[in-house]
Each structure stands twice: as structure tokens, then as C-alpha cells.
């Protein structure tokens, strides 16, 4: 099972941002899993509850966001959504497609807790803050 890897990669991640900001600790952890990922999201949500714990991530909850299959027409140009096993042009039928998305795992976002502002105070009391950066799992 190469999702428990894949989660103690992302709760590295996840930790190194939390050490950097000075978090408390890590509330929701939001991915983005394409279906041609090669990871199975429902064995990647398995894992991460054995693999949060520790520093920062006890409490943590994972949130899986799909991705849509994209696809481009080297024939037409046309862009138009697939299913996995049907990686074909919805406009002219061709196989001749570049794929746009649906094999990403990219970590979205990470909710932080207990943050301190610009005059050093934690934010503990505060809303959590949310890390924007997608980065590559």
C-alpha cells in the first residue's frame, strides 16, 4: 500500500510549513486527487489516520478534492472532460489527446492553528489561517 508513503510525504509537507509559520497545530489538510493519480483516495484517507500522528498533525482531518480527467484534441483542438477507461475526443473520436488533468496530487491547502500575528501573539482564539500553496505531493 503506497499511500501510507504518499501520506507520510504530504504530512512532512504539512509539518515544515506548520514548524516555519509557528503553528500550534493543523486543523484540515485539503488535497487534490486526479484519477490518474495512481492513488486511491479511499486508501489514502486509511492511511492518514495512522499516519498523522505526531507534532502538529494529531487532530488533523483530511479533506479529498477529485479532479476531472481534461483532455486536448490534437486533431480539433477541442478540450472536453473523460472517463478514465475513455481517453478519447468528445468531438472527433480520436485517441490523439494530450492530457490536461486528472493525474495530479497536489496538496491545496492546510489550515493552521495558533499562528502568531505581526506583534507575535498566537492566533489560537483567532479564525485558523489557510496555506494557499499548492505544491506537488
Do not use: W
Amino acid at each position: 500500500m503506497h499511500e501510507l508513503a504518499v501520506c507520510n510525504e504530504l504530512l512532512d509537507q504539512v509539518r515544515m510549513t506548520a514548524m516555519a509559520r509557528r503553528a500550534t497545530s493543523v486543523g484540515r489538510i485539503t488535497i487534490i486527487v486526479g484519477p490518474l493519480s495512481g492513488v486511491e483516495p479511499d486508501l489514502l484517507e486509511r492511511a492518514f489516520s495512522i499516519a498523522r500522528a505526531g507534532d502538529y498533525t494529531e487532530a488533523a482531518e483530511l479533506v479529498v478534492q477529485p479532479a476531472a480527467i481534461r483532455l486536448r484534441c490534437r486533431e480539433c483542438g477541442n478540450e472536453n472532460e473523460a472517463a478514465a477507461n475513455r481517453l478519447l475526443c468528445a468531438r472527433c473520436g480520436t485517441y490523439r489527446i494530450e492530457l490536461l488533468g486528472g493525474d495530479e496530487l497536489l496538496l491545496a491547502s492546510i489550515e493552521l492553528h495558533g499562528v502568531p500575528d505581526a506583534s507575535g501573539e498566537s492566533t489560537a482564539s483567532k479564525k485558523p489561517s489557510d496555506s494557499r500553496e499548492a505544491s506537488h505531493v
